[in-house]
């Protein structure tokens, strides 16, 4: 898996607040190097370990403030 550039995260960052879910499909397709059209495409392509409560797939706003934080501190999964 391949790491998210300085851009990518900037531009994650930046329109975080206007799109989150836009943003992180974005962020996530980047990453894996896949396409995310659809939220639940997105979350199918993650780790369980970011699934497993359903917060993510219920757009919880902490599940994905901690997603965001992730690939900010880390630039990836």
């Known amino acids: 898996m391949r790491?998210?550039?300085k851009k990518e995260i900037e531009t994650l960052l930046e329109?975080?607040?206007h799109d989150p879910a836009?943003?992180?499909r974005?962020?996530?397709g980047s990453l894996l190097e896949v396409e995310?059209?659809?939220w639940e495409s997105m979350t199918s392509l993650l780790p369980a370990s970011y699934?497993?409560?359903g917060s993510l797939a219920r757009r919880e706003t902490t599940a994905m403030d901690d997603l965001v934080k992730?690939?900010?501190e880390h630039r990836g999964l």
């Open 22 to 24: 836009g943003s992180l």
């Open 36 to 38: 995310c059209p659809t």
């Open 51 to 53: 699934t497993a409560t």
């Open 15 to 17: 329109t975080y607040d």
């Open 3 to 5: 790491t998210l550039t």
């Open 70 to 72: 992730q690939l900010v």
């Open 26 to 28: 974005t962020a996530i």
